[in-house]
């Protein structure tokens, strides 16, 4: 159960939804040409931050002007900053404005290395500053190591300036985080040699691109990504290095108060998942948090916070990459009415809404051009599969239970696509040896469909762009959901349906498909 102050939280986080979801997004800085070294950094309302961070760079880092390019990601592009963050394009030689907006975090540093056009990539926070040398001192580095696939660290300088350094931290929890700052008196030294080391603060890294072993697409919020990365990178064959010339000073006092929202149950949700890709206990985690919880909350407060974190881990949603949920930018009803249904599912942390295209004279053009971007997106993350919903879509009792034994039928199988739910007229045929995995006949309708990366390829090449190529396409197939089951049924795709159907629509109520037989079941809606 949500705790009081999370309650408030979230409402209005989902009034300030309501507001933003009809403001309009500015469109990325076009691709620049390519530069050896990339410094990048995700924002979220902090326009000052990175005015400093970047202007530092160009005043008092010359020598590596010709060498350095900057990609900001607007994690709030709906936000007041939006404005003035993209106007730097337009002041700031080899700038690049992205706005993302699919989901909210640190988890975000993702995107830059997607976004990057260089073969190093500095990721750091939007509120950094570097010592004189740092920058060419980390070039040099990394060019007498062509093939390394390192990250690479520096000593974090304390506001004085003076000899208090923390080069790496302690794998240890401490005050709700994993990570003790430390200090190695080989970092004192600017012009010493890099050394190993356990873990660092994510400040401030940098790997190359082509090594970037790339982030848990689950996380959402702050938190869960010290010493989870570092561990990625080791198993990677690369190493953890502080390079003492790589020195920086971070902003922590915030005065107003932080602009995002920070949340205990994104925090311990976060390490449980990257604890479990890793294969870490995950009892330590939540014995940890539990502590600390409680220490400024009540110990039910912290057992709640715990348990909830728990149940969204272990969520048969959470097998998906990512959950996209269409909706329109003018329907914004609509999209807090799912995210009600959301919420009662366990899944509202987890969905992230995918503005429609609107195309008022055939609804069925911005629905297929609407699904091409779904799945275009799932592809430019490199998710290993993406759950696509409708904003109109109701759900089963028994959603979880009967999707987690489909999930667990279609193990080690081959598969394109994975119907939850559809408009059918006729039986689907079992699977041998499945209690609920189904073969479907002639399917119509997208409002709940999984989409397999190994099917990626075929529909963004089949289903063009907009155009005359996409004009002729849909005079072909009329509609997307009409495209899909005539290639199912000429054996393009390995699909299935999960039976009983746990999604389904109004509509396919009342218009007598199959669904209407179970219509006192589909109690979420």
């Known amino acids: 159960m949500l705790q009081p102050l999370e309650l408030v939280s979230d409402l209005a986080k989902r009034l300030e939804e309501a507001e933003e979801a009809s403001r309009v997004v500015l469109p990325p800085t076009p691709p620049g040409e390519f530069r050896e070294l990339t410094v990048g950094m995700v924002s979220y309302d902090d326009f000052d931050g990175v005015?400093?961070?970047?202007?530092?760079?160009?005043?008092?880092?010359?020598?590596?002007?010709?060498?350095?390019?900057?990609?900001?990601?607007?994690?709030?592009?709906?936000?007041?900053?939006?404005?003035a963050l993209k106007a730097l394009e337009n002041r700031i030689p080899h700038y690049r404005y992205v706005p993302f907006r699919g989901y909210r975090g640190t988890a975000a540093r993702d995107v830059i290395f997607r976004e990057a056009n260089s073969e190093i990539v500095l990721c750091v926070d939007s509120h950094v500053m570097f010592a004189s040398g740092a920058l060419s001192a980390l070039l040099d580095h990394f060019a007498a190591r062509p093939d390394t696939g390192d990250l690479v660290q520096g000593p974090m300088l304390h506001d004085a300036l003076d000899n208090r350094i923390a080069t790496h931290q302690e794998p240890v929890w401490r005050?709700?985080?994993?990570?003790?700052?430390a200090s190695d008196p080989r970092g004192l030294d600017p012009h010493g040699e890099h050394f190993e080391?356990?873990?660092?603060?994510?400040?401030?890294?940098?790997?190359?691109?082509?090594?970037?072993?790339?982030?848990?697409?689950?996380?959402?919020?702050?938190?869960?990504?010290?010493?989870?990365?570092?561990?990625?990178?080791?198993?990677a064959g690369g190493r953890v290095l502080c390079l003492p010339a790589l020195r920086w000073v971070h902003l922590f006092d915030r005065p107003s108060g932080p602009p995002y929202p920070t949340r205990w149950n994104d925090r311990v949700r976060n390490h449980l998942i990257g604890w479990r890709e890793l294969g870490w206990s995950e009892y330590e985690v939540v014995d940890h948090f539990r502590a600390q919880i409680g220490d400024g909350w009540t110990v039910e407060a912290a057992e709640g916070?715990?348990?909830?974190?728990?149940?969204?881990?272990?969520?048969?949603?959470?097998?998906?990459?990512?959950?996209?949920?269409?909706?329109?930018?003018?329907?914004?009803?609509?999209?807090?009415?799912?995210?009600?249904?959301?919420?009662?599912?366990?899944?509202?942390?987890?969905?992230?809404?995918?503005?429609?295209?609107?195309?008022p004279r055939n609804h069925h053009y911005g629905c297929a051009l609407s699904f091409?971007?779904?799945?275009?997106?799932?592809?430019?993350?490199?998710?290993?599969c993406v759950l696509i919903l409708e904003d109109d879509a109701i759900w089963m009792d028994t959603a979880e239970?009967?999707?987690?034994?489909?999930?667990?039928?279609?193990?080690?199988?081959?598969?394109?696509?994975?119907?939850?739910?559809?408009?059918?007229?006729?039986?689907?045929?079992?699977v041998p040896g499945c209690a609920t995995l189904r073969t479907p006949p002639k399917i119509q309708c997208t409002h709940a469909v999984a989409v397999n990366r190994t099917a990626y390829e075929r529909i963004l090449k089949e289903v063009p762009p907009e155009g005359t190529e996409f004009d002729d396409?849909?005079?072909?197939y009329i509609a997307i959901d009409e495209y899909l089951p005539r290639r199912i049924a000429d054996g393009t795709y390995r699909a299935y349906v999960?039976?009983?159907?746990?999604?389904?629509?109004?509509?396919?109520?009342?218009?007598?498909?199959?669904?209407?037989a179970l219509e006192d079941r589909y109690t979420i809606r």
């Open 197 to 235: 080391i356990d873990m660092q603060g994510l400040g401030v890294f940098a790997c190359r691109q082509k090594k970037w072993p790339g982030l848990n697409h689950r996380f959402r919020g702050q938190g869960g990504e010290e010493g989870y990365l570092h561990e990625k990178i080791r198993r």
């Open 305 to 359: 916070i715990t348990t909830r974190a728990q149940r969204e881990v272990t969520n048969p949603f959470a097998f998906f990459g990512a959950v996209f949920c269409l909706n329109l930018d003018d329907r914004p009803d609509r999209w807090q009415a799912s995210r009600d249904r959301f919420t009662r599912l366990g899944i509202d942390w987890l969905v992230e809404r995918f503005p429609a295209i609107l195309s």
């Open 498 to 516: 999960l039976e009983p159907r746990i999604v389904s629509q109004p509509d396919l109520i009342v218009k007598g498909y199959l669904d209407a």
């Open 372 to 384: 091409r971007a779904m799945v275009a997106e799932a592809q430019r993350r490199d998710l290993e």
């Open 175 to 181: 005050d709700g985080v994993f990570g003790a700052w």
């Open 51 to 83: 005015y400093f961070t970047i202007q530092s760079i160009r005043l008092y880092h010359p020598e590596v002007a010709d060498r350095v390019a900057f990609v900001v990601v607007d994690n709030h592009p709906e936000g007041r900053h939006a404005a």
């Open 473 to 476: 396409w849909l005079a072909e």
């Open 401 to 430: 239970q009967v999707l987690a034994q489909g999930l667990a039928e279609l193990k080690d199988r081959s598969w394109d696509l994975l119907y939850l739910g559809g408009g059918v007229r006729e039986e689907p045929t079992p």
